[in-house]
């Protein structure tokens, strides 16, 4: 009884508000009829509230409105959110299927964690700002996949471009760049599975790819002298698509190093972060290191990304 009075307290509340809204404010306003209408909707409530609206006609002419088309109401009206806001509350519908499912499909793109990943990185950036460089879009000397991540560490990035610059008539096809712990869980348990034809494949949080100092080409052939010229080092036959930036010299080489440290858990912390702000109750240490809970973590995690997003400024 004490919620029936709490709930009709709170729609005259709400539909009031509305009303003085509707007829103060210059924005387009809904036919008063409309909110008479959406007051018969509440069950119960509704017919103690709607004798307190006033009339289209009791309104001052000046602010009557213009008029206008009905639209099909699409958001839930102020009077309505607050009765279901006192409804149980139900578990969230889950963001697609978890990463431990898409683990399991006949994919062998990394795509199925694309929106996962995106926020990965968004994170990533509210966590180190000048972590990445993106690789301009206007490169016509490069073609890179619309799944794939066209980022770089500084001093990665520089090299690249240079390389490019040297062969503006060649063209280099680059399949993997940036990568997160999302894809680099998928493409490890693949390759442990003996899945999509992968040769190597470093362990989840280990991958030079997620620190931004690696990338996979198509023509290892074709760039592999141009790009051990300005710093990269070719992994060999036995992951020929794959190259690490490691410097040319002894500053490049120390400036790589430092990079890799930094950088080493980026993207892992950048998930603990995201998943701590969707599951306070189940908060991860935001460590860096991906340890067994953060693992079954990311396994529960939603592969389209979670609801709440990026914790930039907060
Ligand atoms: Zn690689």
């Known amino acids: 009884m004490r919620l029936k009075k709490t709930i009709a307290t709170l729609a005259v509340a709400s539909i009031a508000a509305l009303v003085a809204t509707q007829w103060l404010s210059c924005a387009p306003r809904r036919p008063i ?20 609206l006033p009339s289209p006609s009791s309104a001052p002419s000046s602010a009557e409105p213009p008029a206008m088309a009905v639209a099909p109401i699409v958001e839930v009206p102020p009077a309505l959110a607050v009765v279901s806001s006192l409804a149980p509350a139900e578990s969230p519908a889950p963001l697609g299927p978890t990463v431990a499912a898409v683990l399991d499909t006949t994919s062998c793109s990394t795509d199925v964690v694309k929106k996962l990943s995106e926020q990965i990185i968004a994170e990533e950036a509210c966590l ?17 996949d619309d799944v794939v991540f066209p980022f770089l560490a500084p001093p990665a990035y520089e090299a690249l471009l240079a390389a490019l610059g040297d062969s503006r008539r ?9 990568r997160t712990i999302a894809q680099q869980y998928l493409l490890f348990h693949w390759y442990k599975r003996g899945r999509c034809h992968i040769k190597l494949a470093a362990a989840p949080g280990r991958s030079n790819h997620q620190s931004g100092l690696a990338l996979d080409i198509a023509q290892p052939n074709r760039w592999k002298v141009k790009l051990v010229r300005h710093g990269f080092r070719w992994m060999g036959a036995k992951d020929k698509w794959h190259f690490d930036f490691v410097g040319r010299d002894a500053k490049e080489k120390a400036q790589a ?13 950048a998930f603990q972060r995201l998943w701590n702000k969707n599951h306070p109750d189940e908060s991860l240490g935001e460590s860096g290191v991906f340890d067994e809970r953060t693992e079954q973590a990311l396994r529960r995690a939603p592969s389209a990304g979670f609801a709440s997003q990026t914790t930039c400024g907060k």
């Open 170 to 178: 060649e063209r280099l096809t680059i399949n993997s760049m940036l």
């Open 128 to 144: 180190r700002p000048n972590a990445f460089q993106k690789l301009p879009d206007t490169l016509m000397s490069a073609a890179i």
């Open 257 to 269: 190093k430092r990079i890799s440290d930094a950088h080493a858990g980026l993207d892992v912390r």
């Open 33 to 52: 009829d409309e909110l008479a209408r959406l007051v018969k909707q509440l069950p119960s409530v509704g017919s103690a509230v709607a004798p307190s």
